[in-house]
């Protein structure tokens, strides 16, 4: 249902004055499926929203765009909180790494699929992290946010030695902590809890998850 109203919002019309467009995971403290393509996979929903809003300042994505998201000769997004959690991963971040159309963007938030084993999609390598960092042409990044990550301690130092890494105001990146009935979310250097779910009736209720 809800990918139908999307893909009829995107029906060619071009919505110039629209800076912000949110695809939120979840809908108040309830958990809800991506909003885009397949409920899986991004199908070129994400480009399509691109191509509608050329204005667009800040989205936010239930799943990972596809490669054609990544392909616009540029865009002046400036924040993009993608957030797979349930989906696959898609490339992203490698994807990022080689494209050259979000040079403005200064906030980035990536989400990576659980461990789970709903879940298709593979792990963000750490080379492909390090990669990222070490090619990606974005000027104007200053934070990243990076969750559900399997990267170690040993690893984001060496990532913040880099010299996009030295340059960032912020790098946090975090695990998720699963139990049966409740998921927790933790910097992975100081070990602040930044989410906690807990599951209610199947539904996964959600607790201090921001989106700004």
């Known amino acids: 249902m809800y990918y139908y109203y999307l893909d009829t919002l995107l029906d060619g019309t071009i919505f110039p004055n629209i800076q912000a467009f949110k695809l939120q995971p979840f809908y108040g403290d309830i958990h809800i499926p991506a909003l885009s393509g397949s409920f899986e996979n991004d199908e070129g929903v994400c480009r399509r929203i691109l191509d509608?809003?050329?204005?667009?300042?800040?989205?936010?994505?239930?799943?990972?765009?596809?490669?054609?998201?990544?392909?616009?000769?540029?865009?002046?997004?400036?924040?993009?909180?993608?957030?797979?959690?349930?989906?696959?991963?898609?490339?992203?971040?490698?994807?990022?790494?080689?494209?050259?159309?979000?040079?403005?963007?200064?906030?980035?938030?990536?989400?990576?699929?659980?461990?789970d084993s709903r879940v298709s999609g593979d792990k963000v390598s750490y080379e492909r992290y390090l990669e990222f960092f070490t090619k990606a042409n974005l000027p104007n990044l200053k934070e990243v946010e990076l969750r559900n990550t399997t990267l170690n301690v040993k690893q984001i130092k060496a990532l913040r030695s880099t010299p996009l890494g030295a340059r960032l105001n912020k790098l946090q990146c975090s695990q998720e902590y699963p139990t049966e009935r409740v998921f927790l979310q933790r910097d992975i250097i100081t070990g602040e809890v930044l989410q906690t779910m807990w599951q209610d009736n199947n539904d996964w209720r959600n607790q201090k998850y921001p989106i700004t």
Request: net charge positive.
């Open 52 to 115: 509608a809003m050329p204005n667009l300042k800040h989205l936010v994505v239930p799943n990972s765009p596809n490669k054609a998201f990544f392909e616009l000769e540029s865009h002046p997004l400036l924040r993009l909180d993608v957030q797979s959690f349930w989906y696959d991963n898609q490339h992203f971040i490698e994807n990022l790494t080689h494209s050259r159309c979000f040079k403005a963007l200064k906030y980035l938030r990536f989400t990576e699929s659980l461990h």
